[in-house]
């Protein structure tokens, strides 16, 4: 170990190569986490062509998101009623409203939450789950930047939101 100490300490020419490639690597990698923390809380705007729908009409990617999940609702999960955009109000809090409110028979079995990335710092998020929660309600969140293919979603519904 004598050989790799002296390089890591920069104690001779090599190991002071060495010890400048590491703090670039160091750097690099802060710049990397500085520049994705500014893209996601940021919510800066990438050029390019929106999504159209059938008429040709731009939909917006949260628009298209909302439209895959209520298709994903409908047709795997058609014994419950789903309500789109409630207010967290309903379930006595403020917050996020919850994108889909999953009922059966009149009771409340599930909300489902889409977001951007993980919002545990987001106020709102957190009162909307919270909420949910001290409802007694299951609540479940999806991640929009990840990819939700249906079959995941069909699980985490049923096995999550709908577990009651």
Do not use: C, W
């Not at 990698?29 to 520049?35: I, P, S």
Request: aromatic letters at 10%; proline letters at 5%.
């Amino acid at each position: 170990m004598g050989l790799l100490d002296s390089l890591l300490k920069g104690e001779s020419t090599a190991g002071q190569f060495i010890g400048g490639l590491i703090d670039k690597a160091v750097d690099a990698a802060k710049e990397v986490e500085e520049f994705a923390k500014d893209k996601v809380d940021g919510a800066e705007e990438t050029e390019g062509t929106a999504p159209v729908d059938s008429s040709g009409t731009p939909v917006s990617e949260p628009d298209k998101n909302a439209a895959f999940f209520a298709t994903v609702l409908a047709e795997d999960f058609p014994q419950y009623q789903v309500r789109e955009n409630v207010p967290v109000s309903e379930f006595g809090g403020d917050g996020k409203p919850y994108d889909f409110v999953l009922s059966l028979g009149g009771k409340t079995v599930g909300v489902i939450s889409l977001v951007q990335h993980n919002r545990d710092r987001n106020k709102a998020y957190r009162n909307s789950r919270a909420a949910a929660q001290a409802a007694g309600v299951p609540f479940i969140n999806f991640y929009l930047h990840m990819p939700n293919e249906r079959e995941f979603v069909k699980y985490r519904i049923s096995h999550n939101a709908l577990a009651v």
